[in-house]
């Protein structure tokens, strides 16, 4: 178990190493979930994430002990990073294996900050097999399952208790558990009014299977965009503390993780990845309804998303908004005719982003064809009115998936 004046020795050891990272107010994010709501920027911290924390937490202890020593870890993204620079500034060297099928961007951004890169298998699995195997040739740094590495995340739960000591919630992501087991063990050991609650993708839901078993159980994975906390097994250590500790859990889906992502980029000019999206997604979702109306921190674990997703991800956004409409109508295949469509969108004020214009449709007679549209439109209430005006003017037209 990790004792709360481990997070706090934590605190005063990280305090001119790592950013107090802002707590910022969203007036607009909390009138669209019904609460006060702060967000955790961890985005803005060192690497782009709160990994550096528990990292350097870790490394510090090991560089007194053994200095100059050799360290191994396994990790997509962001435990990479946060161990390859604490390696550097405490003069430690670094091995990171990573999955082949890691962004370029973080293997490059792992290499910059010194560690040597080493790619293994297709997950964050195959790679903690391989940093293991070196176990007799350096020290392995587990990204969650540490204490050391526990205390370090929960200095996060200090800073937001320093910030804003009226605080009634604080919401987090959860992957293999390391970082809510460290800040709930902060702010219950100061606070214990304050409810600590957790998401999980419903791609990796470890933690849920875990409480719901009575012991750490492996889950199956799927694709996700909080790909950073997908992990099929919580931490033995972080286990117990996620029981006894943690006050609720929650599973979010994509639809309104990508929803999350799109409004932290829109309305608070945020860039979080998937995993720091989730506490946004699960108030959108309405999964812990007994927020309303209180003082609540969602902590933005991370940014660190490959620019390539990015467009992906907001084409996701808008058509859960139903900014982005997809529908296909019936046309009679004579002159004129998709002219006279796109004339009528036009005057409802929808902008035509792609058209497939389809005449070998075998279930249509053959003088009839089918276009198939993508529209942009001004929100769900434009959406309807567009789809319902067409169909009021005779229009055969399907919207579904």
């Known amino acids: 178990m990790v004792d709360p004046k481990a997070v706090e020795s934590a605190y005063r050891l990280l305090k001119p190493v790592v950013f107090h990272t802002p707590l910022a107010p969203s007036p607009h994010l909390g009138r669209l979930v019904g609460a006060e709501v702060h967000l955790k920027l961890e985005n803005l911290q060192r690497t782009?994430?709160?990994?550096?924390?528990?990292?350097?937490?870790?490394?510090?202890?090991?560089a007194l002990e053994k200095p100059g020593s050799r360290v191994v870890a396994a990790s997509a993204g962001n435990h990479a990073q946060g161990v390859a620079l604490a390696a550097r500034l405490l003069g430690l060297?670094?091995?990171?294996?990573?999955?082949?099928?890691?962004?370029?961007?973080?293997q490059e951004a792992t290499a910059a900050y010194g560690a040597q890169v080493r790619l293994a298998g297709d997950g964050v699995a195959a790679c903690l097999a391989a940093a293991e195997a070196m176990a007799g040739e350096a020290t392995v740094i587990h990204p969650f399952d540490d204490d050391r590495i526990i205390a370090?995340?929960?200095?996060?739960?200090?800073?937001?208790?320093?910030?804003?000591?009226?605080?009634?919630?604080?919401?987090?992501?959860?992957?293999?558990?390391?970082?809510?087991?460290?800040?709930?063990?902060?702010?219950?050991?100061r606070a214990p009014r304050v409810r600590v609650l957790g998401v999980?993708?419903?791609?990796?839901?470890?933690?849920?299977?875990?409480?719901?078993?009575?012991?750490?159980?492996?889950?199956?994975?799927?694709?996700?965009?909080?790909?950073?906390?997908?992990?099929?097994?919580?931490?033995?250590?972080?286990?117990?503390?996620v029981r006894d500790l943690v006050d609720g859990l929650a599973v979010v889906g994509e639809a309104h993780l990508a929803q999350a992502m799109l409004l932290l980029i829109e309305r608070r000019r945020?860039?979080?990845?998937?995993?720091?999206?989730?506490?946004?997604?699960?108030?959108?979702?309405?999964?812990f309804p007994d927020l309303a109306g209180k003082k609540v921190v969602l902590v933005v674990s991370g940014g660190n998303i490959d620019a390539n997703l990015i467009g992906r991800i907001i084409d996701r956004g808008?058509?859960?908004?139903?900014?982005?409409?997809?529908?296909?109508?019936?046309?009679?295949?004579?002159?004129?005719?998709?002219?006279?469509?796109?004339?009528?969108?036009?005057?409802?004020?929808?902008?035509?982003?792609?058209?497939?214009?389809?005449?070998?449709?075998?279930d249509?007679?053959?003088?009839?064809?089918?276009?198939?549209l993508v529209v942009e439109t001004r929100g769900s209430d434009h959406a309807g009115d567009i789809l319902r005006v067409l169909a009021e003017e005779g229009y055969d037209v399907d919207s579904g998936p």
Request: proline share 7%; hydrophobic share 50%.
């Open 48 to 62: 782009g994430s709160f990994k550096i924390r528990g990292a350097y937490n870790r490394l510090q202890a090991l």
């Open 93 to 106: 060297e670094a091995v990171i294996f990573m999955p082949r099928s890691a962004p370029i961007s973080k």
């Open 152 to 189: 370090g995340q929960g200095t996060i739960g200090l800073e937001i208790l320093e910030d804003l000591p009226d605080v009634e919630a604080v919401v987090l992501p959860v992957g293999g558990g390391g970082l809510i087991a460290g800040v709930a063990s902060a702010i219950k050991a």
């Open 200 to 241: 999980e993708p419903a791609g990796a839901a470890s933690a849920s299977a875990a409480l719901a078993s009575g012991r750490p159980v492996e889950v199956e994975i799927r694709p996700s965009l909080a790909d950073g906390t997908l992990v099929p097994k919580l931490g033995d250590r972080t286990y117990p503390l």
């Open 270 to 287: 945020v860039v979080a990845e998937g995993a720091g999206a989730l506490p946004l997604a699960a108030m959108l979702a309405e999964a």
């Open 318 to 362: 808008l058509v859960r908004s139903r900014r982005i409409i997809r529908f296909s109508v019936i046309l009679d295949d004579h002159p004129g005719a998709l002219a006279r469509l796109l004339t009528r969108l036009a005057l409802l004020r929808a902008n035509v982003l792609q058209l497939f214009h389809d005449r070998l449709d075998q």
């Open 364 to 372: 249509l007679p053959i003088d009839q064809s089918r276009v198939g």
